[in-house]
């Protein structure tokens, strides 16, 4: 229902300014009151693993090289938070372990850490039928076995490939093309070695052959076996991740239990009496070029204590944001967001909490970090037109075609309702 009161149907392709416009439109431009939403299969089991670091730079290194992973190169799930060196219940080492029998070994990071760690929170999605194989030490001999057991010849097409010794021009042979690529990394392959290709956790066995078309040499490569190993998958992710050694805390759920994770930790926060409190929540993306010297200077110095609830902090990718959404993002590939979760009672703290978002806000502009507040509540044009910055005209354009009348969300004070009821212009 957009401002002038229209039912409107919009999707991709139709209607499409106002489909986009409303997504991260803060509520201006239409009320969504039905949406159709794509369903896909859900997996089984998830293996929910939290591991901890001391140093922010190896964090943010771990942190990116997972989400710009190809899919299905990584894992599932990537976050991350902050939380004190301390035994603090709510702020501190405690908050860590993903199981209550877990206990945090503070003994494992260096005393000259600082006065926060990281925390980098992955899961891994598989099935249950994946499970009677997961961590068994025979797997790749079982594998070996289905090798000689299913081997044959296999022959549909060929490809271009470099020339092979002059042994293998004048017969097709077949070898094993072998190799251990956890990312997927094909390497220069030697003829006759016996080895087998695990990708992401799938065990492929490919037949190959050589031979001659037409005087160009083929390589006849097709796959016809395979069977998952997920744990092998994110074994091989985690050895390539440089957290403490001995502060890796795991746990295998089912994926309903995993995605119910938040509402667990919301009974919690009721069963205490603050969820009913007021919540100054504050929630930041933060440019990759800046979080560093966010870390140092909001982490590290002005929330060196926590907020008494979560203080979130993981990477996303531009590209994975479609353009043509009213969502405004820092400049460049990467950026980070962060939420800081407050839980605080009634009373001066709730003053006190609200002070602090706003010291952060108005340090955040004054040091020129490039940065976009998410849910943004400014009081004055000036302000809004730097937030959407570029993209302000685009924002007035639509607010023009959808609500002309300033009728929808008034209360944030992007657009004055005129009392003489004045349509606004494209000129705002």
């Given amino acids: 229902v957009t401002g002038k009161g229209e039912i409107t149907v919009c999707s991709e392709k139709l209607n499409s300014e106002l489909f986009f416009g409303v997504l991260g439109g803060l509520g201006q431009f239409g009320i969504i009151t039905r949406a ?112 000689s057991e299913h081997s044959h010849t296999v022959s549909d097409g060929g490809r271009p490939y470099s020339t092979p010794p002059s042994d293998f021009l004048t017969f097709k042979i077949k070898f094993w093309v072998a190799f251990w690529s956890p990312t997927g990394t094909v390497p220069e392959m030697a003829p006759n070695t016996p080895i087998a290709i695990i990708y992401h956790g799938i065990y492929v066995i490919h037949e190959c052959q050589y031979g001659l078309n037409n005087g160009m040499t083929i390589l006849s490569l097709t796959s016809f076996y395979f069977t998952v190993f997920p744990m092998q998958a994110v074994n091989g992710l985690l050895g390539r991740l440089r957290f403490v050694e001995g502060l890796k805390s795991q746990v295998d759920v089912s994926y309903t239990k995993f995605l119910l994770r938040v509402n667990r930790a919301e009974e919690q926060v009721k069963a205490n009496g603050t969820w009913d409190g007021p919540h100054p929540w504050l929630n930041l993306f933060v440019s990759k070029s800046d979080v560093v010297n966010f870390d140092r200077t909001v ?130």
């Avoid at 820092?330 to 009373?347: D, K, M």
């Avoid at 023009?400 to 005129?418: E, H, Y």
Wanted: contains cysteine.
């Fill in 299 to 428: 982490f590290k110095t002005m929330l060196k204590d926590g907020v008494d609830g979560p203080m979130l902090i993981y990477p996303l990718l531009r590209s994975k944001w479609d353009d043509r959404t009213s969502v405004v993002l820092p400049e460049g590939e990467i950026f980070y967001i962060v939420a800081l979760l407050r839980f605080v009672p009634n009373g001066p703290s709730v003053e006190k909490s609200v002070a602090q978002n706003r010291e952060i806000v108005n340090w955040c502009i004054k040091a020129g970090l490039d940065f976009k507040l998410y849910l943004p509540h400014y009081q004055s044009k000036e302000d809004w037109e730097r937030h959407f910055g570029n993209r302000w005209s685009r924002f007035v354009e639509r607010k023009a075609s959808f609500d002309p009348m300033a009728i929808l969300a008034p209360g944030q004070n992007i657009f004055r309702r005129d009392p003489s009821n004045v349509i606004i212009s494209r000129e705002f």
């Fill in 36 to 147: 159709r939403i794509k369903l896909q299969q859900a997996p089984d089991m998830v293996r929910w693993i939290r591991v901890v670091y001391s140093e922010f730079e190896e964090f943010t290194r771990d942190a990116e090289f997972l989400v710009t992973q190809k899919e299905g190169e990584s894992f599932d799930y990537v976050e991350g938070f902050v939380f004190c060196n301390n035994d603090d219940p709510f702020n501190g080492w405690p908050s860590v372990p993903l199981d209550p029998g877990h206990e945090f070994n503070s003994t494992h990071f260096s005393q000259t850490a600082g006065s926060v760690l990281y925390c980098l929170e992955v899961a891994f999605h598989y099935r249950n039928s994946d499970h009677p194989t997961v961590d068994t030490p025979d797997s790749e001999k079982e594998c070996q076995k289905k090798i």
